[in-house]
Nanobody, 125 residues
Framework: QVQLVESGGGLVQAGGSQRLSCAAS????????MAWFRQAPGKEREFVAA????????YYGDSVKGRFTISRDNAKNTVYLQMNSLKPEDTAIYYC??????????????????WGQGTQVTVSS
């Protein structure tokens, strides 16, 4: 199994940028598809972005496409989420997730096997 620890959250003004990191430990990092989800109060967990095991395939949720960038550094066992042009509606707890399946990259939270504890991102207007 793998343990995931997110960092980099905090308070940022609208229009600003922030980078989240998720450090993985345990099983070989390249065994996992990695993703970011977010959950705002009173809302369901939302798919943000995902990256395949070697970074070849990347997918984004419609609400962040063109503003957020997911990347992974397999040498550092870390996945990143660069968030630009932040909006107040981006305010949420952001979670890192890992899926040990081979092939399909899922957008559904239920398909992911391991989760971090989450990091709060607050965007002020």
């Amino acid at each position: 199994q793998v343990q995931l620890v997110e960092s980099g959250g905090g308070l940022v003004q609208a229009g600003g940028s922030q980078r989240l990191s998720c450090a993985a430990s345990g099983r070989t990092f390249t065994s996992y598809i990695m993703a970011w989800f977010r959950q705002a109060p009173g809302k369901e967990r939302e798919f943000v972005a995902a990256v395949s095991r070697y970074g070849v395939r990347i997918y984004y949720g419609d609400s962040v496409k063109g503003r957020f960038t997911i990347s992974r550094d397999n040498a550092k066992n870390t996945v990143y989420l660069q968030m630009n042009s932040l909006k107040p509606e981006d305010t949420a707890i952001y979670y890192c997730a890992a899926d040990q399946a081979i092939g399909t990259i899922f957008r559904e939270a239920g398909e992911y096997d391991y989760w971090g504890q989450g990091t709060q991102v607050t965007v002020s207007s």
